[in-house]
């Protein structure tokens, strides 16, 4: 018996993908509502961000943040933000370009810092 060799060409169509149909939790709520859970979610995520950068910022110590980490972490909110540009999301856009730019900065501070020793720990105040 003679099978067909299998070549682009010839195989079975991917079907595209399509939307998530509508579930009645989603069609339950009303766009404004589910565009205010996105903003609170947005706001929250970044914001909790905001401390640790702050921090970075202030003392100059990377010792404690991963390369590795860091630089997946800034890919994927890179990426969130196109997703979020791509569906035309404005609380995505928003929440993730700030977290982007702070990511980067923090990264950029990562490569430059690396090799620095730590900041020393403050001495107390003598009595």
Do not use: C
Request: proline share 9%.
């Amino acid at each position: 018996m003679h099978r067909a060799r299998q070549t682009w060409e010839n195989l079975p169509a991917i079907p595209k993908a399509t939307a998530v149909p509508d579930v009645a939790f989603s069609a339950a709520l009303d766009p404004h509502l589910i565009d205010w859970v996105g903003s609170a979610a947005a706001v929250l995520t970044t914001s909790a961000f905001l401390p640790q950068a702050w921090l970075t910022f202030r003392t100059r110590d990377v010792s404690g943040i991963s390369l590795g980490m860091y630089t997946a972490f800034t890919s994927g909110v890179a990426l969130w933000l196109v997703y979020g540009l791509a569906l035309g999301s404005t609380p995505i856009v928003i929440a993730n370009a700030i977290t982007l730019s702070l990511a980067i900065s923090i990264l950029g501070m990562k490569l430059i810092y690396r090799h620095a020793p730590a900041p020393a720990a403050p001495t107390p105040p003598s009595r």
